[in-house]
């Protein structure tokens, strides 16, 4: 439904992108705050940077995604394939991540105060990151 639509700059804030194909999609200047995105495929996209407090990933593909610098503040990241995903210095503070893969994800600097990643598979992952009893400081 969003073939050939350029989503670059658009305020996208709180929509319901429940399932949409933002794989091949450039977010330059889109506004995702609040937006849901469940079950969507946004693997490999560039969101560095990006507000997306309170965004419901629940479900979502963002394999190999550079989330590097992200605000994922209370973010529903519940069952989420993050694998091989860039969160350098992303905040997850009080995220959900529970039954997330985070398989070979980059967490360096990340902020995981109150995050819940109950369940969540860290296989692999780097966990340089502050606030939670899993990352190594």
Known sequence: IL??????????TGTILTGADLSSKDLTGTILTG????DANLAGVDLSGKDL?????TGADLTDA?????????????NTDLQSTLLVDANLSNA????ADLSN?????AILT????????LTNTILNCIG???CIE
């Not at 550079?66 to 519940?78: G, K, P, R, W």
């Open 105 to 109: 994800a980059v967490l360096t600097g």
């Open 66 to 78: 550079n989330l590097i610098d992200v605000n994922l503040t209370s973010a529903n990241l519940q």
């Open 132 to 134: 939670h009893p899993i």
């Open 53 to 57: 407090t309170g965004t419901i990933l």
């Open 3 to 12: 073939a050939g639509v350029d989503l670059s700059g658009m305020d996208l």
């Open 96 to 99: 959900i991540l529970t039954g």
């Open 35 to 38: 937006a849901d995105l469940t």
């Open 114 to 121: 109150g995050a819940d990643l109950e369940n969540a598979v």
